[in-house]
């Protein structure tokens, strides 16, 4: 039962967010579970998308994926991390929903990939205190070839995802990521510069990553945590600068085109490609996103059985 102290706060919340989103949120979020591709006896693409997701995110991680299956026009190989609080219901359907997924338990990912951070500890520092260490940890760690993507839950799809496409179709040992609206590096160019070697990349934002395994130091990480200011700065952040130092160190790619779109506006841009709804205008996923999605995404014709 709902105490009348959370009924008063989704009340204050509903009312500042306004009615779009309130509606979207209660109604069009829980609908994925309509959504159907009807494509999985086609062979699927071989670089896998990575998802970070759990009780609070796996609806959203599922409009997510939903929307790059239908703009990427390919069914590709889903590997869903458990940040340790993935209902059962919510694991259950997305395995319904991406017949192509796997899920890795909370519990079987520390096992696995606390034994190898022994000999990075204050990376196994970092993941033992915040979740979003998973991304750039345990990511490359289960990933089964040499590149991968990693997909935040908070991003939508709404064009053909051309340059993407365009990385997965060539060897490349580049990095990708989208360009993030101001700089959010935790540390600054002269201390990369005095303690790793290494000349920043600015304004890298890890909401989606396109990376090569190689790229992924993790001693690199470990110095990082160890010798400069990175641990002291916002956590959100942390995992995000680590990734951009990693691929500055390898010095190949950059970051894609402003059509994939990191903003505070109230709307996309006319030709985005995607749209990261950060967790300023979190509300515009419901209010612009699933309203714009959901009568695209849930017409389609039920997949054959």
Same mark, same amino acid.
């Given at each position: 039962?709902?105490?009348?102290?959370?009924?008063?706060?989704?009340?204050?919340?509903?009312?500042?967010?306004?009615?779009?989103?309130? /509606?979207?949120? /209660?109604?069009?979020?829980?609908?994925?579970?309509? $959504?159907?591709?009807?494509? $999985?006896?086609?062979?699927?693409?071989?670089?896998?998308?990575?998802?970070?997701?759990?009780?609070?995110? +796996?609806?959203?991680?599922? +409009?997510?994926?939903?929307? +790059?299956?239908? @703009?990427?026009?390919?069914? +590709?190989?889903?590997?869903?991390?458990?940040? !340790?609080?993935?209902?059962?219901? !919510?694991?259950?359907?997305?395995?319904?929903? %991406?017949?192509?997924?796997?899920?890795?338990?909370?519990?079987?990912?520390?096992? *696995?990939?606390?034994?190898?951070?022994?000999?990075?500890?204050?990376?196994?520092?970092?993941?033992?205190?915040?979740?979003?260490?998973?991304?750039?940890?345990?990511?490359?760690? %289960?990933?089964?070839?040499?590149?991968?993507?990693?997909?935040?839950?908070?991003?939508?799809?709404?064009?053909?995802?051309?340059?993407?496409?365009? $990385?997965?179709?060539?060897?490349?040992?580049?990095?990708?990521?989208?360009?993030?609206?101001?700089?959010?590096?935790?540390? =600054?160019?002269?201390?990369?510069?005095?303690?790793?070697?290494?000349?920043?990349?600015?304004?890298?934002?890890?909401?989606?990553?396109?990376?090569? *395994?190689?790229?992924?130091?993790?001693?690199?990480?470990?110095?990082?945590?160890?010798?400069?200011?990175?641990?002291? !700065?916002?956590?959100?952040?942390?995992?995000?600068?680590? %990734?951009?130092?990693?691929?500055?160190?390898?010095?190949?790619?950059?970051?894609?085109?402003?059509?994939?779109?990191?903003?505070?506006?109230?709307?996309?841009?006319?030709?985005?490609?995607?749209?990261? /709804?950060?967790?300023?205008?979190?509300?515009? @996923? /419901?209010?612009?996103?699933?309203?714009?999605?959901?009568?695209?995404?849930? =017409?389609?014709?039920?997949?054959?059985?």
């Amino acid at each position: 039962m709902i105490s009348p102290g959370r009924l008063w706060w989704l009340f204050r919340r509903d009312l500042k967010r306004g009615w779009d989103a309130s /509606y979207h949120d /209660y109604k069009t979020l829980p609908r994925i579970v309509e $959504w159907s591709w009807p494509f $999985w006896n086609e062979p699927a693409r071989e670089v896998p998308i990575h998802v970070l997701t759990g009780a609070k995110d +796996w609806r959203l991680s599922a +409009w997510m994926l939903a929307s +790059w299956f239908q @703009f990427s026009e390919h069914s +590709w190989p889903i590997i869903i991390h458990d940040d !340790g609080t993935l209902p059962r219901e !919510g694991g259950a359907a997305l395995l319904r929903l %991406f017949k192509s997924a796997r899920i890795i338990p909370r519990r079987e990912a520390d096992a *696995k990939v606390g034994r190898f951070l022994k000999a990075y500890p204050f990376c196994e520092d970092f993941r033992r205190a915040h979740p979003l260490a998973m991304k750039i940890f345990d990511v490359p760690f %289960f990933t089964p070839g040499e590149r991968f993507m990693v997909f935040d839950s908070d991003l939508l799809f709404f064009n053909h995802p051309r340059e993407i496409l365009d $990385w997965v179709s060539v060897e490349s040992d580049e990095c990708w990521f989208n360009e993030d609206v101001r700089e959010g590096s935790l540390i =600054t160019g002269g201390e990369a510069q005095e303690e790793l070697d290494i000349k920043i990349w600015r304004r890298v934002n890890s909401g989606l990553c396109l990376l090569n *395994k190689t790229a992924i130091d993790y001693d690199l990480c470990d110095r990082a945590l160890a010798l400069t200011s990175l641990p002291r !700065g916002h956590v959100w952040r942390i995992e995000q600068t680590l %990734f951009m130092l990693c691929a500055a160190a390898r010095g190949k790619g950059g970051l894609l085109p402003r059509r994939y779109e990191v903003s505070l506006s109230r709307r996309a841009s006319p030709d985005a490609v995607c749209r990261h /709804y950060v967790g300023a205008v979190r509300d515009r @996923f /419901y209010a612009e996103g699933l309203k714009r999605l959901s009568s695209f995404l849930l =017409t389609r014709e039920s997949a054959p059985a």
